[in-house]
């Protein structure tokens, strides 16, 4: 069963270079992680999910992508006790002053609580060229 995603946003666009990452809400029992390009943690009421991300998204890059394409919704799922099921997420986007970085604050059971950071990889470090003397 594909998974639900609720956007404050769906067509606002950010560049995945100031893209820093995820921060997810409610974290549960097993904090969201990688696993490949896939998200996966269990949240508080015990639903494990997988989120994909879009064609593209996971590696850093100049693209530009709206908040409704960052995520793959056909490929990912949610289940409790191995029943598929559809808990929602809501996605806002935040810049986080402290950081000085947006992220896509992601709530996987509606009820916030405390705050998770995943992080996209950053730009390589050969990504510009050296300037000839």
Not at 82 to 92: A, F, K, R, S, Y
Not at 106 to 111: N, Q, T, Y
């Amino acid at each position: 069963m594909a998974i639900t995603f609720f956007y404050s946003e769906p067509r606002f666009a950010i560049p995945r270079s100031y893209l820093r990452g995820f921060t997810f809400r409610d974290t549960g029992s097993i904090a969201p992680h990688w696993n490949g390009e896939a998200i996966e943690g269990v949240n508080a009421f015990n639903v494990f999910y997988h989120i994909e991300l879009g064609t593209n998204v996971y590696d850093w890059s100049s693209n530009t992508y709206t908040e409704d394409y960052v995520f793959d919704a056909t490929s990912s799922y949610a289940s409790i006790l191995g029943i598929p099921t559809d808990p929602g997420v809501l996605v806002q986007i935040g810049y986080y002053l402290n950081e000085g970085e947006w992220r896509l604050i992601c709530d996987v059971s509606g009820f916030g609580g405390a705050q998770q950071p995943l992080d996209l990889p950053s730009q390589p470090s050969d990504f510009w060229y050296p300037v000839s003397p």
